[in-house]
């Protein structure tokens, strides 16, 4: 029980990022690869006292005993000998003790747990934060004089010699998990125009919907769309990321899965047209070298919040001597390349929940100490400084829902803990924006 105890944050943890809870959310390090702290160095602390009495922990079973209510002792070797450590618990979840133990008086906050080496002196408590918080800056870089910028359409569906299946098949089996991506295309006619559901028994992990070369919506279950006397339907399948652990994960299925239904119709049966993957991944469009060849739209203004783009800027990066991010907060979802090489995947979902004071103290639960409601669950992506250069990086996005492609910022976190002198010399520097 104490080791659950000692696993929770520290109570001063809290940040703005998302409305996970705080456990979740707060990892080691962050977007930038630099220590969330208080969290990082408090854990260290933690993980620094258990590594002194390794041997004696995973030696033995602790002698157990209850010193009074709501405290509880764990014992492991001999008391009064160096080989001794004491677990000193309070599991009220509301008051403080004060507990005298070996002729020694111990302040033990709710619901914490105190590491006491050679059974006497306290080097721990999971509720006593002596780490300060991390104090960073996030920086930007100047823009270019005159932003580079261009965008390029993704084809919907396009493929020379598409495979025609009588019903909807599984992606994964489909694509031979070379791509993320699978476009599913039928016709439906109707005799006059209508409104009506187009509906899913099961799909993975996310479809996104044409109807006659307008995107509608997103989902994996249900959405209405309009109908026409002859209506093209195209869904583009994509997946985020698969289980790759554990029995049977070659099993798990993605894309269409199940029956599909229009106008209470199951149209599972129809004729289905299947197109593996996106010409612009095809093409590499995201590599410096081919970027340079193709023909970039320069009226951004056009392809603002336009689904299915490809967008390339050139940003200006000043320093690489300090972590990097892209920043994009502007953008909807898909892919981002730095220079070539693959970010991963981005995703700007506003953060849903209820964003209560937060009290670490009793059982921990998903829902307490929620953070960053209404708020981006994730704004910054760490990219490597060895993928960075000096001057003019190309970063190539491409954007499955829409987005603004002004937006995307290469930035840089530094350690704000400085002089004042300090912070005068280096204004210039701070002045930066990538």
Same mark, same amino acid.
């Given at each position: 029980f104490f080791f659950l105890m000692i696993r929770r944050p520290p109570r001063s943890t809290q940040?703005?990022?998302?409305?996970?809870?705080?456990?979740? /959310?707060?990892?080691m390090l962050d977007e &930038?690869?630099?220590?969330?702290?208080? /969290?990082?160095?408090?854990?260290k602390s933690l993980n620094l006292a258990l590594a002194k009495f390794e041997d004696l922990i995973v030696a033995q079973e602790p002698v157990a005993k209850t010193l009074e209510h709501n405290v509880e002792l764990h014992t492991y070797g001999t008391e009064g000998s160096?080989?001794?450590?004491? &677990?000193?618990?309070?599991?009220?979840?509301?008051?403080?003790?004060?507990?005298?133990?070996?002729?020694?008086?111990?302040?033990?906050?709710?619901?914490s747990v105190s590491i006491l080496q050679g059974c006497k002196v306290e080097i721990y408590n999971s509720a006593k934060i002596t780490a300060r918080d991390s104090i960073d800056k996030t920086i930007e870089f100047p823009e270019l004089s005159?932003?580079?910028?261009?965008?390029?359409?993704?084809?919907?569906?396009?493929?020379?010699?598409?495979?025609? &299946?009588?019903?909807? /098949?599984?992606?994964?089996?489909?694509?031979?998990d070379t791509t993320d991506y699978l476009w599913y295309s039928t016709i439906f006619k109707v005799e006059k125009k209508t409104h009506c559901p187009l509906k899913f028994e099961n799909a993975g992990d996310l479809l996104h919907i044409f109807v006659n070369n307008t995107y509608v919506a997103s989902t994996t279950t249900e959405v209405?769309?309009?109908l026409d006397s002859s209506t093209e339907i195209n869904?583009?399948?994509?997946?985020?990321?698969?289980?790759s652990f554990g029995t049977y994960f070659e099993k798990y299925k993605r894309g269409i899965i199940g029956k599909v239904w229009l106008c209470g119709k199951d149209i599972t049966e129809f004729s289905w047209k299947h197109v593996v993957g996106i010409k612009g991944e095809k093409g590499k469009y995201y590599l410096p070298k081919v970027a340079a060849n193709l023909t970039w739209n320069k009226d951004i203004s056009v392809a603002k919040h336009r689904p299915l783009t490809w967008f390339a800027k050139v940003i200006n990066v000043t320093s690489t001597d300090q972590p990097l991010a892209l920043d994009m907060k502007s953008m909807g979802k898909g892919y981002v390349?730095?220079?070539?090489?693959?970010?991963?995947r981005y995703n700007s979902i506003i953060a849903k929940g209820k964003c209560d004071p937060c009290d670490y103290k009793g059982v921990y639960h998903e829902n307490r100490c929620r953070i960053g409601c209404n708020d981006l669950s994730q704004r910054y992506y760490h990219i490597c400084q060895c993928w960075a250069k000096v001057g003019e990086n190309l970063v190539v996005v491409f954007e499955e829902t829409g987005g603004d492609i002004n937006g995307v /910022?290469?930035?840089?976190?530094?350690?704000?803990?400085?002089?004042?002198?300090?912070q005068n010399d280096n204004d210039n520097k701070y002045l930066n924006t990538y």
């Open positions: 940040g703005v990022s998302s409305a996970a809870s705080d456990v979740y /959310k707060r990892q &930038f690869a630099r220590y969330n702290n208080p /969290k990082h160095d408090h854990v160096d080989k001794c450590v004491s &677990f000193l618990s309070n599991v009220d979840v509301a008051a403080d003790k004060y507990v005298t133990y070996n002729g020694k008086e111990y302040y033990l906050p709710a619901w005159i932003p580079e910028v261009g965008w390029i359409d993704e084809p919907i569906a396009s493929a020379n010699n598409p495979e025609i &299946f009588k019903s909807p /098949k599984e992606q994964i089996q489909t694509t031979k209405t769309v309009e869904i583009l399948s994509m997946t985020s990321g698969l289980i390349w730095v220079n070539g090489h693959n970010a991963g /910022k290469i930035v840089q976190k530094v350690d704000a803990a400085q002089t004042e002198d300090q």
